[in-house]
């Protein structure tokens, strides 16, 4: 059926392409044709193509404007414009990327550049954290104590800033919420609002259900699979972006410009077309240009709406992701920044002040933060994630890592973030353990030769060293090992919706979680190994490859492996620590303050060039 659409989509886009070329720049109407393309995994992206139902246009549904919270300014330790530069400076050969400023026509060309400056950025593989260089320099051991010094380019002033997404997922918004953070902290008085261009106009259908798309589909993954497929092809991109443009575009570029913003910030796949033409044509009617960007919230692989190559600059968190922008969306590398996904400031701020986890200063901050929370600082920690509504099978995994350590005598603490989920926190409360464990015993034997899966994934495999302690565990079991005289001290503290989040990412020493990009990005970025024990298909297939090739985490559906592996890890100090230090050669904490310092950089110098005319 959807394939059969996507076949009419095609000729209709053809037709209507012809009389769009005549009235506008058809160099920006028409996305390349691009075929289907594997990547991350088994495909994915950050958000539901619900553009996928196309056919019927009219069911109106208005919603007003959403207006973010004011996000109060964090402290720490800012990083001044050297470090900016150098924030992902890796080991292996970067490239520096350079922003050329040029006159924006309203069709999204790049015509009579007006000027060049060098971006604060530079494009990266694999980038190295830089806490090491902040921590030994005497300036910003300065800034750090007096918690409140800013870099100079805040003097530039205050922006009014206009972030596209929907709430399709929490990553887009959150994403928003900690740039808008940075952006008012490097420019002081700057104003933000948030709108999703589907729902606070009267769009047309299916783009006036997409919130309700996305939370029927992702809650069964084969339909969510194939709609996500179906949509990642040329022919129905290419229709969606013809089809949303001449059903919503004047109502959009109306609403956009009742915002009157200095600069558009896209955190959405769905937004990221028919918006920019929208902030063309309103430069054009104000004859001021309003630079427009594209901030990639996807982490291992992206849905193909998100690379359209007019905007100004893409923020991309990893390698497959640009290799996607350039082979899909055919953007250029000057318009590229490899800056990591953006994350929570807290993130930041605990990186800072930890470090490095494997170190006397990172256990030392470790330690501190776990009496802060009122957890054993005797015993090891595993933090237990289930998403924002605590779903999935996270009760049976829970059970099954409270039996393992308890039988393999490892004395340890389990965190479960329950999210919404109050049955489930009660339910943890009230259970009895000693049923728990003579349960998972009945089945334990059966467990051992599937430590001997090693490849996971088409495009990745658990790492050797991993591998090496599963096999060393295996043997052991096998020798009739596996259960200790004395049993593990277990305990286990039931959660609810959690904010501080990044202190309980630092006391861990193991997460157990689904796919996430943000949450895979949030461990990182403190030195966390993960096990990643579920993900949507689609946009967060290849969130596993980043975890299983930068070799910090495993990947494993069974709530018995689970188990079986996390206690496997917990009795190896050296195999946490190895995996600890790539989990931080892939986290990049400063992500957002690096991104707002650039895009807030990039858009004073086209505001004063628009005072220049």
Known sequence: MRISAAAVAFCLAVAIDGTAARRYDSRFL????????????DTSSSTPDENADQKNDTAIKSASSQILNSVSAGGGSPVDAE??????GAANSPVQATTTLKRSSPFGTTENPAEE????????????????????????????????????ERKKGPLKILFLSSDTGGG???????????????FPGTTYDLMDIWTDIDSSWPYNTIKDTYKSFSATPWKWATLYHVSNTALYSKFVDVHSY???????????????????????????????????????????????FTVVTDFGSGHSTWFNKDVDKMYLASEPIKQIAQNRGGVPDEKIVMSGLPIRYDFAAQADAMVDRTTQQGKAHQTKIREQLNIDTNKKMILVMGGGEGVGSLSDIVNEVYAKLRTQGVDATICVVCGRNEELKADLDTRCWDTVVSQSLQSYESLKSRFFTKVLTLHAHRSRRIQLALDRAAAKAAKGNDVADIPGNVDVIPLGFVKNMAEYMVAADILVSK???????????????????????????GNVDIVLNGGFGDFCVDPETIGLEVACWLQDSHLLEDMSQKARKVGHPHAAEEIALDIGKTTHQWMEQNELK
Do not use: C
Not at 118 to 142: F, G, R
Not at 259 to 275: A, G, K, Q
Not at 279 to 286: E, T
């Open 246 to 292: 001449y059903m919503n575009e004047e109502m959009i570029r109306e609403k956009m410009e009742t915002y009157n913003p200095d600069v558009v910030v896209s955190v959405h796949p769905t937004m990221n077309y028919v918006p920019l033409f929208s902030i063309r044509k309103i430069s054009d009617k104000l004859q001021r240009d309003i630079p427009f």
């Open 83 to 88: 470090a900016t530069s150098a924030f992902v």
């Open 30 to 41: 028409a996305r390349p044709l691009w075929g289907v393309v594997s990547y991350g995994g």
């Open 515 to 541: 796919a996430g990009p943000g949450t895979i990005a949030e461990a990182a970025a403190v030195g966390l190994p993960i096990m990643v024990t579920s993900y949507l298909p689609g946009q967060e297939a």
């Open 172 to 186: 887009h918004r959150a994403s928003a919420e900690a740039l808008a953070n940075q952006f008012q902290r490097l």
């Open 117 to 152: 400056s060098t971006s604060s950025l530079s494009v990266a593989t694999n980038p190295q954290k830089n806490a090491e260089a902040i921590e030994t320099s005497p300036e910003n051991k300065d800034e750090a104590k007096t918690n409140e010094q800013i870099p100079a």
